[in-house]
């Protein structure tokens, strides 16, 4: 994959200035698009797209159970799953994460019950003998699964998206612009970290902050410290108020395009945005495209407030 690695880019105080700006972006984001591309067809990519197709894909109503239960989840699975599809155990003393596993059986056509349910219903349906019915769903039932971090053994494959460079002085002018950029941000130590594998978060502490609190897992590549202060600014300016989990792709998709511009403009080479994109967009791409005018807008705000 092509490096995004520039030197620090400024843009003259002249009339033209906005217009070189919105140019240049325009062009990093194209440059964005055709690494996501080049990204989603790399063998390390198909890797990993092939063993994220083995987890289940969870409903809406399962997925708030999960994280009601366990926060910090990323992947779950069943006790028996970890162990044949991937190789790993659950340790000693875990609590399951319990969700509603469907019910597929026999069902039948007329109340739609399952084959012993009918029997003591009301229904007369007899047209056809119950082992000619097809199944459906019937109800569903408790079901434990767990947390990858629940569980030991062969590592899941992994995609490197950390952003790479010189970032000496970024870290501090980032945390320094918090004020002006309307956040209060926070780098917690990796042993006092809460958010499982997540390396930052942006969220409401409590219904009467006005301001969102920015957290990120302080880490010894300074880089992509700085690409994830920049991401949950990001998510800040653009989608503190929002709560809509059907637009969560494409919110990462925005706020992991900031971070993908800003880094670049500030010298890094952010070229594993591209990794990070895809795994959310892998059939569209384009919507970065789409999604260029907030981009851009939000990436200039914050590269102007690292100019002041």
Known sequence: MATTSDSSISFDETDTRSDEMNSTIEQWINDLVAGVDEAQSSAEFQEWL????????????????????????????????????????????????????????????????????HESSDCDYDETPPEEWSKGLVGFRPAPVFDISQTDGEPLPELDTEATGDADGLVTQLTAADDDLGVTVRIIPEEEWSHGEAKGVCERVSLIDVKPLVEARDRENNADLARTLIHEYAHALLHFDVDDDTERSKREVEAEAVA?????????????????????ESDDPEVVRERLVRISRTAQEIIEVLED
């Open 260 to 280: 993908y511009v800003v880094g670049r403009y500030c010298g890094l080479d952010t070229s594993g945005s591209a990794f990070y994109l895809a795994t959310w």
């Open 50 to 117: 092939d063993v994220q197709s083995r987890f289940h894909d969870y409903s809406y109503q399962n997925t708030l159970l999960i994280k009601r239960q366990c926060p910090e989840a990323t992947r779950v699975a069943g006790y028996r799953t970890w162990q044949d599809d991937f190789d790993r155990h659950v340790q000693e003393g875990e609590s399951a994460i319990w969700i509603w596993a469907p019910i597929i059986t026999k069902q039948c056509p007329e109340c739609e019950n399952s084959p012993s349910y």
